[in-house]
């Protein structure tokens, strides 16, 4: 239903209580069906680690894609998500989206033309929803799209937008500056930081 519909945007289990449905701006609430919380929090442990992710009480939040990157999930359990965990389900629309999409003007776009065809830097930053991902994936759609581009971060979140792209995922066995070494002698032409726990910050 959720990939053939195409006004519905997000999915939301609300762990065994409610299931919220996003079209658009517009959300509409429904009863979860009937299931003991622990039922539900073992099928979301499944579901995880049939995504290759561990959900566990000391790794309580997980997430990727599905559907050939068409579909963004994003699981926790408590202690992070009690009483009885959630599950969000988010259409990505990268394939469908363009640079007029976005509240970009030209001075704006030439800057981060410029930035890109020199290998700058570049930062994206903003609250949780508004659309951070995907301008990022948007411009390198438009001006890096067959670079050689390594992608770090915690959580699966940013698409690899070419067979050229990988990932590489920290995790408790290999934290955050060991697979930033492992990602370096990878000689990428560009990196892209998904996201930087503050603990991090201090590596750079």
Not at 33 to 43: F, G, K, S, T, Y
Not at 104 to 112: F, G, N, P, V
Not at 193 to 200: C, E, H, N, T
């Amino acid at each position: 239903m959720f990939t053939q519909d195409p006004t519905l945007d997000e999915i939301y289990f609300n762990g065994n209580h409610a299931i919220g449905m996003l079209h658009g701006m517009t959300t509409t609430t429904h009863p979860c069906p009937v299931i003991e919380a622990q039922d539900w929090l073992r099928q979301l442990q499944e579901f995880s680690m049939s995504q290759h992710h561990l959900l566990t009480p000391r790794q309580p939040s997980a997430g990727g894609f599905l559907h050939n990157h068409d579909l963004r999930w994003q699981a926790a359990i408590p202690p992070l998500a009690p009483p009885s965990g959630m599950l969000i389900l988010r259409k990505h629309r990268f394939a469908q989206l363009n640079l007029a999409d976005f509240a970009l003007d030209r001075t704006h776009q030439e800057q981060i033309r410029t930035a890109l065809e020199r290998k700058q830097p570049l930062l994206i930053f903003g609250s949780t929803g508004v659309g951070k991902t995907s301008l990022l994936a948007t411009i390198l759609k438009y001006w890096a799209p067959v670079e050689r581009t390594f992608v770090l971060e915690n959580l699966q979140e940013f698409p690899l937008l070419h067979p050229l792209y990988a990932r590489l995922q920290p995790g408790p066995q290999y934290d955050y500056k060991a697979t930033l070494q492992t990602l370096v002698r990878c000689r990428p032409e560009r990196i892209i930081f998904g996201d930087l726990p503050p603990a991090q910050a201090e590596i750079f």
